[in-house]
Each structure stands twice: as structure tokens, then as C-alpha cells.
């Protein structure tokens, strides 16, 4: 992204990976650096970014045993980051059984997109070996190879979709089983096909497009997030559907920015919840 004019800044909360992504990319000017929880970013400026980009940093935070709250204070501090018609791409294990669930809760996105992106060949192998489960024939050769994703499918209609799909081609069986608002850290909710011709969704990664509402919409929502790699401009500010695959291909090939979690205070659930937060007691 920085080698096409973009003004990326990457955040996590470890000082190590940031000075190892400086040294790294030392090449590239248009590259920022920030050392932040992600739940948290007040030194980066309201409305400063066309878009923002998290590949698994929400799957990590949800692992934690404050997982639902803290998911509900990141995505409120990314909205916060973002432009007015601004969009949020988030990479994740979690299928949209779950996933959706979550990032509707809050009413913070105006649209919704969900896209599949098939897993290298390389995870897929691994987890061959592991479960004599193997890899399908279309797999992406490598990580840093463009995908051929499936979608962009609107939230209203994505799980209809890929029930279809799994049910088609000769497969049947295995339907998405949801685990409560959000899931869990892993790759929850996810259905597999028992027949064999349908598809598998353990063989893909899945990419959410969540755009903001537009300048006229925009109330005065914000809050806080966990770790992304928020870059100026990236992945446009139109249509989420329009965008949705040529943001998702960035996206798979982007720094993975990880942020981890830290313990809440009482006083900070009580204005999450308050707000209209998750509450404490959903299931993680």
C-alpha cells in the first residue's frame, strides 16, 4: 500500500514488532508507526483515516476473559479514526454465524459486506497433516499471492449464501453453528460439508467490508478499539460493495497488526455497557 502513494500507519502494542516493522520497511517514508493498545488510540486524530485494516487483531481480543467488552470498545475507537463513509476491513478466523452478530450489535456500520478469501496453500497443508482433512484444489499458491475471493454478499443475505453453497455441488450437511453474539477467538460458527462437494469454510478466511455512515448520518459515536493498521485513503470511502474485492486483496496482503488485551476496570464496563455496549455476561 505504501508503494502505491498510500499514507499508512501501523499500530500495535508490542514496541518490539513496531521496531522491527522500522527496520523492516526503513525504505519507505509514507510508513507511521505508533506503539498503542488499540482499544485506545487518543493521540491519533478523529476523522483522520479513510480506512482501517485488521487482520486477526479482533479474533486475539475476543480470546480474552473481558473479550465481548473490549471488541465493543475497539470498534468504537476505529469508528472514531475513520471518515465519515470511511471503511473498516477486518480479516478474520470467525465465520459470519458469529461474526456479524457482533459487529451489527452496535449499529456503528452503515453497510456490511462479507467476502471469503481461500487460505494459502501453505495453512492449508499444515492443517492436512494435522487432520488428513485435504486441501481443497483451489488454494491461494502462497500468502502474498492476489486471491480470487467469493462474494462481496450484503450481512442481510451472506448466511443464506453460504448455506446454499455448502448444500450445493453434491455436499449437504454441516450448516454454521453460531456461538452466541461474536463467538469466540477461533474460527467459530464455521460449517464444513459433510457430502464433500459443498463448500468448506474451513478453507477460507473471511473478510468483513464495514463502511460508516456518510457525513450526514454520522452522529457523534466513539469509543474504543483494538489494534489495526489504519492507512489514509486505503480501500476508498464509496461503495463498500463496489470496493469490497480490490480491499479484501489488499487486505490479505497487508502487515498483520496484533494488539493484546489488558484487564478492565469495573468503571470502564459500566461505560461500555452504558453506552450500549455487549454485555459482560455474553457468551466468549
Known amino acids: 500500500m505504501a508503494l502505491d502513494g498510500y499514507s499508512v500507519t501501523n499500530v500495535d502494542i508490542s514496541p518490539v514488532v513496531i521496531e522491527q516493522m ?3 520497511h526503513s525504505q519507505l517514508a509514507s510508513l507511521d508507526y505508533l506503539v498503542a493498545d488499540c482499544r485506545d488510540m487518543a493521540s491519533l486524530p478523529a476523522g483522520g483515516f479513510g480506512s482501517c485494516i485488521d487482520k486477526g487483531t479482533l479474533d486475539a481480543v475476543l480470546c480474552s476473559a473481558s473479550g465481548q467488552l473490549d471488541a465493543a470498545k475497539y470498534m468504537r475507537e476505529i469508528c472514531r479514526l475513520l471518515k465519515p463513509g470511511g471503511v473498516f476491513l477486518l480479516i478474520s478466523l470467525g465465520a459470519p454465524a458469529a461474526r456479524l452478530a457482533l459487529l451489527q ?3 456503528l456500520w452503515q ?10 496453500l501453505l495453512y492449508l497443508q499444515s492443517d492436512a497433516a494435522m487432520s488428513g482433512r485435504p486441501p481443497p484444489a483451489a488454494t491461494a499458491p502462497s500468502k502474498d499471492a492476489p486471491v480470487e475471493a467469493l462474494g462481496p454478499w450484503p450481512a442481510a443475505t451472506a448466511l443464506a449464501e453460504l448455506a446454499a453453497r455448502r448444500e450445493g455441488a453434491g455436499g449437504g450437511g454441516g450448516g454454521s453453528s453460531g456461538q452466541g453474539e461474536g463467538g469466540g477467538c477461533g474460527p467459530d460458527g464455521q460449517g464444513g460439508s459433510a457430502g464433500g462437494g459443498g463448500l468448506d469454510e474451513r478453507d477460507y478466511f473471511f473478510a468483513y467490508v464495514c463502511t460508516t455512515r456518510p457525513a450526514a448520518e454520522s452522529g457523534a459515536e466513539t469509543g474504543t478499539e483494538a489494534g489495526t493498521t489504519p492507512a489514509t485513503g486505503a480501500a476508498g470511502t ?3 460493495a463496489a470496493g469490497a474485492a480490490e480491499a479484501a486483496i489488499v487486505a490479505a496482503t497487508a502487515v498483520a497488526v496484533e494488539a493484546g488485551p489488558r484487564a478492565e476496570t469495573e468503571a470502564e464496563a459500566e461505560v461500555v455497557q452504558g453506552a450500549g455496549g455487549l454485555p459482560a455476561s455474553s457468551a466468549v
Do not use: E, T
Request: aromatic share 0%.
Open 22 to 24: 522500522k527496520l523492516q
Open 105 to 107: 450489535k452496535l449499529g
Open 111 to 120: 453497510d456490511v459486506q462479507v467476502l471469503l478469501l481461500p487460505k494459502p
Open 238 to 240: 464509496g461503495s463498500a
